[in-house]
Structure formats: C-alpha cells, structure tokens
T-cell receptor, first 112, second 120 residues
Framework: GQNIDQPTEMTATEGAIVQINCTYQ??????LFWYQQHAGEAPTFLSY????GLEEKGRFSSFLSRSKGYSYLLLKELQMKDSASYLC?????????????FGGGTRVLVKP | DSGVTQTPKHLITATGQRVTLRCSPR?????VYWYQQSLDQGLQFLIQ???????AKGNILERFSAQQFPDLHSELNLSSLELGDSALYFC???????????????????FGEGSWLTVV
C-alpha cells in the first residue's frame, strides 16, 4: 500500500511564506503532484516533480527528495486567495498503468 | 476550465435509489479516474479506466460500478444508496499512455468540477 502524510492545517500571515511538507512511502514511485483545492471546488494542478530538486513556478515552488520520500510545497508572498487545501499526490507505476493517490490535504489559512 | 465535463452538477435522491454520474474526459485523454470526497475528507480513489478497460481499482464499494465507453466518456453507477454515500464525486482524466514511467507532467491528471450527490 501507500502512505502519504501531510499536516492537517497551517496558518500564515498575508505576505509571508509557508512550507507544506509531504512524506510518502510507496513502491513504483513515478512522480509527485501538488494540487490546490478550494472548498467545494475541483482540485487544480500546481506542480509536478519526478526528479530530485526544486521546481519553481511563480510564487509556488515544489521540492522532491526521492531517497527520503519527501516533498514540500513553498508558497511565497501569501495572498488571501491562497487560503485553500493543498493536496500532495503520489503517482505510482505498475504494469497496468499509473495510479494517483492523494494525501489528506493541508488546509492553509491566510490571515491579514 | 480543465476540459473535463461532469454531469449532473447537483443531485438529490432518496436512500435505496440508483444514480448515474457522467464524465467526458479532456480531448485526447484516454484515462478516466473517479474519486469520492466526503465532507472534510480527502480524495478517495475509486476506479480508473484506460481506453475502455478497467486499469486500477481503489476503495470502490460493490454497490458502485463504472464503465468507459468507446467514445471514452465514462459513467459511475451508484446503487442502493445510503446516507453515507453523500459526497462530491470527481472525475479526472489524463493522457496516461500506460506504456511506461512518465517522464514529464504530460500525464498530469485534470479534474472536472464534480457532481454533488446528496442522499436523503
């Protein structure tokens, strides 16, 4: 099976930086995704890592260490609209294809 | 707009009934995934189809079934509904060539807006 862990909730101030950690244990690792989900809405794709290192996309960056089974999502210059749940998802590959499994999500609350 | 279309957006039905949720994947995507999200819960993987064939199965109840048609649209059938089945059901799609490990985010999974099911 797979185990994906991320904190349940985090609070940060507008303009600050927040780092959301995700640890996973899996076999057949084939990439890690971060999604943003506002309450009652569809998850939207933020970033993808398959190799070790940092991927930067504007205010959002994501880091992966495959040997440690660890990733983080960094949100810079926080805005009120960034208040949402952030989902870490691990893709695993088997002969039948790829499967994407989600962690429980981290609810981020941005305060003024 | 992700390009994944789900209908209906909202559905209210009684316990014991049966409903069908419909999903049209993004143009060119061969894989369809179904996820269930109950209130304040994470996304639970139900089932995946690739080009008409079942590829992976998650925590899908026996009362639930799905299929993918030749035109690649998919339906999720929920029967003998219980109060606990009330949830947001997401469909997602990806290219997912299934030929081997993905090298890029080209196999990113994109989600539809979801179907809200309320069982009363």
């Amino acid at each position: 099976g797979q185990n994906i862990d991320q904190p349940t909730e985090m609070t940060a101030t507008e303009g600050a930086i927040v780092q959301i950690n995700c640890t996973y244990q899996t076999s057949g690792f084939n990439g890690l995704f971060w999604y943003q989900q506002h309450a009652g809405e569809a998850p939207t794709f933020l970033s993808y890592n398959v190799l070790d290192g940092l991927e930067e996309k504007g205010r959002f960056s994501s880091f992966l260490s495959r040997s440690k089974g660890y990733s983080y999502l960094l949100l810079k210059e926080l805005q009120m609209k960034d208040s949402a749940s952030y989902l870490c998802a691990v893709r695993t590959y088997k002969a039948a294809g790829n499967k994407l499994t989600f962690g429980g999500g981290t609810r981020v609350l941005v305060k003024p | 707009d992700s390009g994944v279309t789900q209908t209906p957006k909202h559905l209210i039905t009684a316990t014991g009934q049966r409903v069908t949720l419909r999903c049209s994947p993004r143009s060119g995507d061969l894989s369809v995934y179904w996820y269930q999200q109950s209130l304040d819960q994470g996304l639970q993987f139900l089932i995946q189809y690739y080009n008409g064939e079942e590829r992976a199965k998650g925590n899908i109840l026996e009362r639930f079934s799905a299929q993918q048609f030749p035109d690649l649209h998919s339906e999720l059938n929920l029967s003998s509904l219980e109060l606990g089945d009330s949830a947001l059901y997401f469909c997602a799609s990806s290219v997912d060539g299934s030929e081997g490990p993905a090298r890029s985010s080209g196999n990113t999974i994109y989600f539809g807006e979801g179907s809200w099911l309320t069982v009363v």
